[in-house]
């Protein structure tokens, strides 16, 4: 359910019947906005076919969400629920307040069901006057039947939601994602206990719900990787579009900002928007790891640490940093760290194989960070590299590199998060998994323990790669990503 907005009367219109009667008349008639299925329609019917074996005779309830307030009566874009993406095939910033219904058949299965809200008629105070959700404010939405031919599923008013799915709650089980939409959550957990279901039991149930959703995506459908290869693929653009405004980000001052503009207009044109907030971090910045304000200078001489990904309409995202000398020349102390990160990587990248755990991922790269903080004198006198990888009485390295070398991707920048970490974790990798490989070292300019000639630098390479059959793609490989391809990209498109 979206958010209640404030509404100031200081804005109202008067509206007579004579407008209304003036506004209904003489509209060329409407035309189908949907000539065939979405390519995203089969997959997403396969998946919930999965789901629908998982629980039969159970009625599951999907919300997308609805419209968050920004400000007063202005909302944010709307993104819907990762769950909902994935079991509709439904992107970019479709279709608030709707939610999809898996209605048990008595032969077995289940019919999908999409309830939304629809295109209002013509004859309707909503059509010209509500600036939410009016064709003429916002644009049109779309038809029941255009859903249905879009989707190849049922498309029903929102308005019979909450009747059609608490109506039996007592005789079948009904589980709804519950963070999807929270207000909605509460509504259907009042109707369902009205008609029959225990209220003590319908978290438990509902999680188990949200989790075996999460955990499907860990392996992706062929389609699912043709949307990480356009994200990787515009977020290559992205970097390039950043790359070649480091001289002008210099020369601008705030100089961080300027380059998450550059490739946010890249985003958005290219994509639905950013994956996530881009960090773009120069000089010292680099050491905060989720730093997102991206409000300082860009300065000759300095390192410069982007981390960003583009979303595409189907909401898959891409996750790629890139270190970059702003003069198109690493320093010896800067190429000397990254020479470090970068050999982490690639210990990291050849882990990552079919019949490896994906923990094996990170230990790969940590050895190697482990191995280069030993050999700079930087770990306590006495600590071998064994002694700091010890779980239990050790971890000295991770004072230079505190965060794990590997997460999940696809329609969320973190996916699967809902997996246990038996499923994650311990899991064995499996060829259609997307993961990153991201390690980092970070020397704070005030860490006494660095060496003064490393002090303010912070380096992380990132790849989004896709495990395959005997091994692995590195499916953003085509960014410069050695100390001489980036040095050879920084002058290139500098200028």
């Not at 003429?136 to 909450?162: I, K, N, Y």
């Not at 239990?392 to 505190?402: D, I, L, P």
């Amino acid at each position: 359910m979206s958010e209640e907005q404030k509404q100031a009367d200081n804005r109202a219109r008067a509206t007579t019947d004579e407008l209304r009667t003036f506004i209904r008349e003489d509209w060329a008639p409407r035309r189908p906005t949907v000539d065939g299925p979405a390519d995203a329609a089969s997959w997403a019917a396969a998946r919930r076919a999965v789901l629908s074996a998982a629980y039969p005779k159970q009625r599951l309830v999907v919300p997308a969400g609805g419209l968050k307030v920004r400000s007063n009566d202005s909302d944010y874009v709307f993104r819907p629920h990762t769950a909902f993406a994935y079991l509709t095939g439904l992107g970019a910033d479709r279709e608030p307040d709707a939610v999809l219904v898996l209605e048990p058949l008595d032969d077995g299965g289940h019919e999908a069901v999409l309830y939304l809200r629809p295109l209002a008629e013509r004859d309707s105070d909503e059509f010209f006057a509500d600036s939410r959700y009016g064709e003429f404010w916002v644009g049109a939405r779309p038809t029941l039947e255009d859903v249905e031919r879009e989707l190849g599923l049922t498309a029903r008013h929102v308005d019979g939601l909450v009747d059609a799915v608490a109506k039996d709650a007592g005789e079948l089980t009904v589980r709804v994602v519950r963070d999807a939409d929270r207000e909605l959550t509460a509504r259907l957990d009042d109707a369902r206990v009205e008609n029959g279901a225990e209220r003590e039991s319908l978290e438990e149930a509902d999680d188990a719900l949200a989790h075996a959703v999460s955990l499907a995506r860990l392996v992706k459908d062929d389609y699912e990787v043709e949307q990480m290869r356009a994200a990787v693929a515009a977020t290559h653009e992205g970097f390039d579009a950043m790359v070649a405004e480091l001289a002008e980000a210099v020369a601008q001052g705030r100089g961080e900002r300027w380059l998450e503009g550059t490739f946010g207009r890249t985003a958005r044109h290219r994509g639905n928007g950013v994956g996530y907030d881009a960090i773009c971090a120069a000089g010292d910045h680099a050491n905060t790891l989720h730093w997102i304000k991206n409000t300082g200078a860009v300065e000759p001489g300095e390192l410069v640490l982007i981390d960003a990904g583009v979303e595409v309409d189907s909401l898959y995202t891409a996750d790629v940093t890139r270190t970059l000398p702003t003069d198109g020349t690493f320093t010896e102390a800067q190429r000397e760290v990254y020479e470090a990160v970068l050999a982490a990587q690639e210990a990291g990248l050849a882990a990552v194989r079919p019949g490896n755990k994906f923990s094996d991922v990170h230990a790969a790269a940590i050895r190697v960070v482990a191995e280069h903080l030993h050999a700079w004198g930087l770990l306590p006198e006495g600590v071998s590299v064994e002694d700091t990888l010890d779980k239990e009485h050790g971890q000295y390295h991770r004072r230079w590199m505190v965060h794990g070398t590997s997460h999940h991707l696809g329609l969320d920048v973190h996916d699967c998060a809902l997996a246990t970490r038996e499923e994650y974790m311990d899991a064995e990798l499996r060829p259609g998994m997307v993961l990153t490989v991201e390690p980092g070292l970070y020397f704070k300019a005030d860490d006494l323990k660095a060496p003064e000639r490393f002090r303010g630098i912070g380096v992380r390479i990132e790849d989004d790669v896709l495990v395959t059959e005997d091994g692995c793609e590195n499916l953003s490989g085509g960014i410069p990503r050695t100390a001489d391809d980036v040095e050879a990209w920084v002058r290139r498109l500098r200028g």
